[in-house]
T-cell receptor, first 115, second 114 residues
Framework: NAGVTQTPKFQVLKTGQSMTLQCAQDMNHEYMSWYRQDPGMGLRLIHY???????DQGEVPNGYNVSRSTTEDFPLRLLSAAPSQTSVYFC??????????????FGPGTRLTVL | AQSVSQHNHHVILSEAASLELGCNYS??????LFWYVQYPGQHLQLLLKYFSGDPLVKGIKGFEAEFIKSKFSFNLRKPSVQWSDTAEYFC????????????FGTGTRLTVIP
């Protein structure tokens, strides 16, 4: 079991460039999500998915797109990178059971710098 | 909307000192409560969780937390910290219905001095 994997680990972009952060899980989890972590702000939810073909916005979705074509993969796309998107990005996944009593498993993170 | 407050931004303790980190949340419905830890350079790991029942929950590495419903609090405690507990600690909540979205506090950085 690899758990939740993310690539790349580090990325530097120039303003206006686009890129995709990859996330995959091998635990057959229905729920997947993307968070960004900024100093003094904790983790904030960007987008989430409760199953293949279903995505929705979180707290801070602007500038990001997602899709969920398979259960395993949940890529995050930056359409036109801005310095405000400099952050550490974490992908997480979990099962969805009654009462939502599910631990979320986090990937190792991607550190993104936008110049 | 849900929100989580962690009052301590940075806590510095000597080894063997006792630890208590505060967490308060606001939400109109029933929630699950979590504490996650992030060791330097690593991803988040679950320390402990509360769903229902006994309000005192025990987690890994000697940590425990107490849910006080009347105060909307879920404080993390450890009787005697070790240098290896140096990390950032996040309190989080999710609703027991709807998507499994977690709402995090801003985190508390713990530094333990040997």
């Amino acid at each position: 079991n690899a758990g939740v994997t993310q690539t790349p680990k580090f990325q530097v972009l120039k303003t206006g460039q686009s890129m995709t952060l990859q996330c995959a899980q091998d635990m057959n989890h229905e729920y997947m999500s993307w968070y960004r972590q900024d100093p003094g702000m904790g983790l904030r939810l960007i987008h989430y998915s409760v199953g293949a073909g279903i995505t929705d916005q979180g707290e801070v979705p602007n500038g990001y797109n997602v899709s969920r074509s398979t259960t395993e993969d949940f890529p995050l796309r930056l359409l036109s990178a801005a310095p405000s998107q400099t952050s550490v990005y974490f992908c997480a996944s979990s099962h969805l059971t009654s009462g939502r009593k599910n631990e979320q498993f986090f990937g190792p993170g991607t550190r993104l710098t936008v110049l | 909307a849900q929100s989580v407050s962690q009052h301590n931004h940075h806590v510095i303790l000597s080894e063997a000192a006792s630890l208590e980190l505060g967490c308060n949340y606001s939400y109109g419905g029933t929630v699950n409560l979590f504490w996650y830890v992030q060791y330097p350079g690593q991803h988040l790991q679950l320390l402990l969780k509360y769903f229902s029942g006994d309000p005192l929950v025990k987690g890994i590495k000697g940590f425990e937390a107490e849910f006080i419903k009347s105060k909307f609090s879920f404080n993390l405690r450890k009787p005697s910290v070790q240098w290896s507990d140096t990390a950032e600690y996040f309190c989080a909540v999710n609703a027991q219905t709807g998507a499994n979205n977690l709402f995090f506090g801003t985190g508390t950085r713990l530094t333990v001095i040997p």
